[in-house]
């Protein structure tokens, strides 16, 4: 059995919702539940970071994307990546897109901290105020870059829907897309509301739905 190792409002929701997609069963394990799933996670990744995914073998994988094209590849009936080679190769690319510019920019916003040599309040400010114009930015160029590779409504989401529903979440780019990229902004509320999807997402952020 899979085992995903995160915690509510993580990107251990987007790896959640892909495996629900799959159709297969896996244990969810929160890491803020115990020291001991903390401690299990540790030595899956030694970063700590989530979502980690423990494979049927033992094995672990560990970023997002890359647990993303696993399933994808392992399960392809689940339409996590496209048939076509093409249309594949511009989903990767996106996935390699977000985590890269989108989900790596809120690492940075969470814990300006570690890119700090002194961390006094301005320069985290500072810090988190740049990264997070440029993280708003980067969601507009991958709005404009990537908005034919979304699903419709008579269409299974894909890896790259998922990815984005969830990543678009933190540090308000839900809200500049709504002002800048209406249109892209309405298709993640359209992922939102999948069937498969939606209740994951109710689990992670029951606030916003």
């Known amino acids: 059995m ?4 995160g915690h509510k409002n993580s990107g251990a929701a987007a790896i959640e919702a892909a495996l629900e997609l799959c159709q297969i069963a896996y244990r969810f394990i ?28 033992g094995s672990a994988l560990t970023e997002s994307a890359a647990i993303m094209i696993h399933l994808g590849l392992t399960f392809p009936k689940s339409g996590l ?6 249309d594949r190769d511009q989903a990767i690319r996106g996935l390699a897109y977000i985590v890269s510019n989108c989900y790596a920019a809120i690492g940075i916003i969470d814990y300006p901290e570690r890119w700090l040599m002194a961390a006094d309040e301005s320069a985290r400010q500072n810090l988190i105020a740049g990264t997070r114009q440029r993280l708003h930015f980067s969601w507009e160029v991958f709005a404009d870059q990537f908005s034919g590779e979304l699903y419709l409504d008579d269409e299974t989401p894909g890896a790259l829907d998922v990815l984005a529903a969830v990543v678009s979440r933190w540090a308000g780019s839900r809200e500049h897309l709504r002002q800048t990229r209406p249109g892209f902004y309405a298709w993640l509320q359209r992922i939102d509301r999948h069937p498969v999807l939606a209740p994951v997402f109710e689990r992670h952020w029951p606030s916003q739905g």
């Open 30 to 57: 929160d890491t803020e539940a115990s020291a001991e799933a903390a401690e299990a996670l540790g030595k899956l990744n030694p970063l700590k970071q989530i979502p980690t995914l423990q494979l049927p073998d």
């Open 81 to 86: 990546l496209p048939a076509k080679a093409p």
């Open 2 to 5: 899979y085992q995903l190792y």
